[in-house]
């Protein structure tokens, strides 16, 4: 059974939300007292923080997950509810911790191409990414290149490969903003 929400977890999208829940339960990190909300996309994050800080104290933490090039949205947001932010490097003091490109480059390099390559052979998806491969605009592109496309150019094909390629790394290797989020939620 769920209890009361302690924490609320600000996330992009729904791949965010499938990346992090894979990573919590192969960590044995339960979720029952966690609320993770989908943005829809980072710049909704602000609406979310002024809606939950309205809320206070019956939420006491509020957390998230952000990528380097929207890192703005997020410090605008906090700056907004009356939390200051100089930069990018502060959000994580605030909860908020930033992947270098976005969660599937992060994942992509923790598990490096031959790992990710296996994971969505074991998906079955190996002939769609070999045909993403031979496509012309693609052929010159590295392999990280192509798989970190390959991850995002179908609809529900994001989702699924940021919860397999999440759960296929391990504590040693998940990549550092998700590994930090999930400490965070696990205190």
Request: charged share 25%; hydrophobic share 45%.
């Amino acid at each position: 059974m769920r209890g009361a929400v302690r924490k609320v977890v600000l996330l992009e999208g729904i791949s965010d939300i499938a990346a992090l829940t894979a990573v919590a339960s192969t960590r044995g990190v339960d979720l029952g007292h966690v609320r993770l909300v989908d943005l829809g996309g980072v710049t909704n994050v602000r609406r979310e923080l002024i809606a939950l800080h309205r809320t206070r104290p019956r939420v006491p933490e509020i957390l998230g997950l952000c990528d380097a090039p929207e890192a703005r949205f997020v410090e605008h947001a906090l700056d907004e509810v009356g939390l200051p932010v100089r930069d990018a490097s502060d959000l994580s003091s605030y909860g908020f911790f930033v992947c270098h490109a976005d969660l599937e480059e992060e994942l992509i390099r923790a598990l490096g191409t031959e790992r990710t390559v296996a994971v969505i052979e074991g998906l079955g998806l190996d002939g769609k990414l070999a045909t993403l491969r031979q496509q012309p605009a693609w052929q010159e592109r590295t392999l990280a290149e192509q798989l970190h496309r390959f991850c995002g150019v179908a609809s529900g094909r994001k989702a699924l490969l940021a919860g397999a390629l999440a759960a296929a790394v391990g504590p040693a290797t998940t990549p550092p903003p998700l590994q930090a989020l999930v400490e965070r939620i696990a205190t």
